[in-house]
Antibody, heavy 122, light 111 residues
Framework: EVLLEESGGGLVNPGGSLRLSCAAA????????MNWVRQAPGKGLEWVSCISGSSHYIYYADSVKGRFTISRDNAKNSLFLQMGSLRVEDTALYYC???????????????WGQGTLVTVSS | QSVLTQPPSVSGAPGQRVTISCTGSSSNIGARYDIHWYQQVPGTAPKLLIYENTNRPSGVPDRFSGSKSGTSASLAITGLQAEDEAGYYC???????????FGGGTKLTVL
């Protein structure tokens, strides 16, 4: 069974930093692209970032570019999101989601973890 | 405001058929990028419902179907059941934003 489990969420002040993790199991982690997708309370889904299996290709949404850094450790089957210069509008449930084997514009996300909540507030 | 436009809500009685539209533009759906659909039951993570416009993952009932034409796509649900009450999101890629995009989501209420 493919499993994704996020951790690292919490309450942080505006301007602060936080590092999210996603532990993967049940598939060849290094062979797949991985993504972060977020959902603000009561709102819709927003794609945040994508990383290829080899970490060679990395993409960010404009809303987080320059503030967030995605990375992965294939030896530990783990995905990370280093979040900096956090803003109130970054408050959301952050999901990790598996993408296709190769970076593909027509790629989809399956499966998803249960999410970790990030709250940015003073 | 989402790049892909969905109606905020739809409703139907048990057994009825409903459709959810997803309208895009020439930089996403119109550029022939595939559309995918997700179902999100309240309090749970999104689940892939339809991929590559028309395909259902294993375990998804054939009551769910997808279609795409021009700059729009649709999700159809036939034989509505109470368990179908959830949020539904379309997703594609946008080449002007150079990223993956979602619709704003549609809340389905089973009357």
């Amino acid at each position: 069974e493919v499993l994704l489990e996020e951790s690292g969420g919490g309450l942080v002040n505006p301007g602060g930093s936080l590092r999210l993790s996603c532990a993967a199991a049940g598939f060849d982690f290094s062979a797949y692209t991985m993504n972060w997708v977020r959902q603000a309370p009561g709102k819709g889904l927003e794609w945040v970032s994508c990383i290829s299996g080899s970490s060679h290709y990395i993409y960010y949404a404009d809303s987080v570019k320059g503030r967030f850094t995605i990375s992965r450790d294939n030896a530990k089957n783990s995905l990370f999101l280093q979040m900096g210069s956090l803003r109130v509008e970054d408050t959301a449930l952050y999901y990790c989601a598996r993408g296709p084997r190769a970076v593909a514009a027509s790629g989809y996300f399956d499966p998803w973890g249960q999410g970790t909540l990030v709250t940015v507030s003073s | 405001q989402s790049v892909l436009t969905q109606p905020p809500s739809v409703s139907g009685a048990p057994g009825q058929r409903v459709t959810i539209s997803c309208t895009g533009s020439s930089s996403n759906i119109g550029a022939r990028y595939d559309i995918h659909w997700y179902q999100q039951v309240p309090g749970t993570a999104p689940k892939l419902l339809i991929y590559e416009n028309t395909n259902r993952p294993s375990g998804v009932p054939d009551r769910f179907s997808g279609s795409k034409s021009g700059t729009s796509a649709s999700l159809a649900i036939t034989g509505l059941q109470a368990e179908d009450e959830a949020g539904y999101y379309c997703q594609s890629y946008d080449n002007s934003l150079s990223g993956w995009v979602f619709g704003g989501g549609t809340k389905l209420t089973v009357l």
